[in-house]
């Protein structure tokens, strides 16, 4: 319904641009460089911020159109620097579902880094392992994923985010089956896997609104529908990214894994505690993908990006 209002009202849109370029313009006027990359450090990517070189932090708040992070272990910082001799924009934290934002609020930070260059996100996450060969710290690279994200809250009271947007804003346009997810850049991840010497795996994301962690008869149904893992991040924000025509590749940490016939409670600090853990796995895979599909002269992105496949 939300959605069909905004059809029939461009000004919400046009609203919504505004947003997207105050946002861009204050950030331009807190660095003049570029960004070919921007980058989405969720949990297992976090300590990647610290590698930033030439970093410009910019609190969450301080930008107009986003809001304060809330999760336990989120920097809430937006990172303009260099990696790899490649201009980047680092989000520190993200924004979730279980917060209280929407979808369009949830995916505003992308907006705004594709408008401030960026043509490739690279975006990471803790999740749940659902497939039974998963092992806590393995990583896997997204190559397709469910969404169970759509629908309504059930907590009353849930705190209100400012942008004056319908909830599905950023995902007007149909996207084509294999839009989403950039085969290259995905098979950059699993070589550099190889190169490195750990464990990953292509798999199936399954997107959650959260808060809470999957029920014994819920990871039960989750296998028999095809995910490998399953998490309450990345969907919005990569949909985002695939209707602005940005190379996306995904990354799941796995943080727990799931057992069906057994009744053990997973929880918030071992989930930050297995993202530490493998910090290392997927800062390599970030790296190879840096080094193998920008320029490092100019840190502009190389000529096939911004490319859907």
Not at 7 to 19: A, F, G, I, T, V
Not at 164 to 170: E, G, I, L, Q
Not at 179 to 198: C, G, K, T
């Amino acid at each position: 319904m939300r959605q069909n209002r905004f059809m029939d009202d461009l000004s919400n849109e046009n609203r919504y641009l505004d947003h997207v370029d105050q946002a861009a313009q204050f950030l331009r006027r807190q660095s003049d460089r570029v960004p070919a990359v921007a980058i989405i450090l969720g949990s297992g990517l976090g300590g990647l911020a610290e590698k930033i070189q030439y970093p410009v932090a910019v609190p969450f708040p301080d930008i107009p159109g986003f809001a304060a992070s809330t999760a336990s272990g989120h920097r809430g910082q937006l990172i303009l620097g260099e990696l790899e001799q490649t201009l980047v924009v680092a989000m520190a934290g993200r924004f979730h579902r279980y917060e209280g934002w929407s979808r369009a609020e949830v995916s505003f930070p992308v907006h705004v880094m594709a408008r401030l260059g960026a043509t490739q996100l690279v975006v990471s996450n803790a999740a749940g392992g659902v497939n039974p060969k998963l092992k806590v710290g393995d990583i896997v690279v997204i190559r397709d994923h469910l969404d169970f994200m759509r629908g309504g809250f059930g907590v009353a009271n849930l705190p209100s985010f400012h942008l004056d947007v319908p909830a599905d804003v950023s995902e007007v346009s149909p996207l084509r089956h294999g839009d989403v997810y950039d085969r290259e850049l995905s098979a950059i991840a699993m070589q550099a896997s190889r190169e490195s010497n750990f464990a990953a795996y292509e798999g199936t994301y399954l997107a959650t609104l959260g808060p809470n962690y999957e029920t014994r008869a819920e990871y039960r149904m989750m296998r028999r529908i095809g995910a490998d893992v399953a998490g309450m991040s990345t969907v919005p924000e990569v949909l985002a990214a695939a209707n602005l025509g940005m190379r996306t590749l995904g990354l799941s940490m796995v943080s727990n894994v799931a057992n069906p016939d057994s009744a053990v409670a997973a929880s918030h600090d071992e989930v930050l505690a297995a993202g530490r853990a493998a910090e290392g796995k997927m800062e390599a895979i970030v790296r190879a993908v840096l080094r193998n599909t920008c320029s490092h002269s100019t840190g502009l992105p190389a000529s096939n990006a911004g490319q859907s496949k």
